[in-house]
């Protein structure tokens, strides 16, 4: 889990790198943003338009990726069902990015997102884990199945499913 910043608000106070030009959905006073922005001496293993990987600070098993999308994205419980794509590509990215890694047992990989409260960054982002089986004790409990604390990317996705538009 990266450290900082609370805002899940989007702001246009970021530049474009190469031009100079404010980026739109960017907030300056979040990590990830600054961290898929190359603001930050962060080694991205994946970076395009809509999504960069990168490995978590504390991680939780030899391979632990954090995949953000590059544009500013509030936590998962502020997601709808227009959102649903996002969050498959950030799982096919995980997945590419482990197998640059060398894993290929997906049977021993989590893919899953903290439910607010209990994520330390408000911007978007999926934890890849693996293999699980050589997580330790806690770490299984923080990235637990079933738990209320964490979702696993397909539990988004039926969720995201499930939820009816209101207007």
């Known amino acids: 889990?990266?450290?900082?910043?609370?805002?899940?608000?989007?702001?246009?106070?970021?530049?474009?790198?190469?031009?100079?030009?404010?980026?739109?959905?960017?907030?300056?006073?979040?990590?990830?943003?600054?961290?898929?922005?190359?603001?930050?001496?962060?080694?991205?293993?994946?970076?395009?338009?809509?999504?960069?990987c990168f490995r978590d600070i504390k991680p939780a098993a030899p391979h632990h990726y954090l995949v953000v999308p590059t544009k500013h994205v509030g936590n998962c419980k502020s997601l709808n069902i227009q959102h649903v794509p996002l969050v498959k590509q950030m799982v096919d990215v995980g997945k590419d990015v482990l197998q640059k890694h060398n894993v290929t047992d997906l049977a021993d990989v989590r893919f899953g997102f903290h439910w607010p409260p209990f994520c330390s960054v408000s911007h978007l982002h999926l934890h890849v884990l693996a293999p699980v089986s050589q997580m330790g004790f806690m770490s299984r409990l923080i990235y637990r199945l079933n738990a209320y604390w964490f979702v696993t990317a397909d539990q988004?996705?039926?969720?995201?499913?499930?939820?009816?538009e209101t207007h």
């Open 156 to 164: 988004l996705i039926e969720l995201l499913n499930s939820k009816v």
């Open 1 to 52: 889990m990266a450290e900082g910043q609370t805002s899940s608000q989007p702001v246009s106070t970021g530049t474009d790198r190469a031009g100079g030009v404010p980026a739109e959905g960017y907030n300056n006073k979040c990590v990830f943003c600054r961290i898929a922005n190359n603001e930050m001496d962060t080694e991205l293993l994946h970076r395009d338009e809509d999504i960069c």
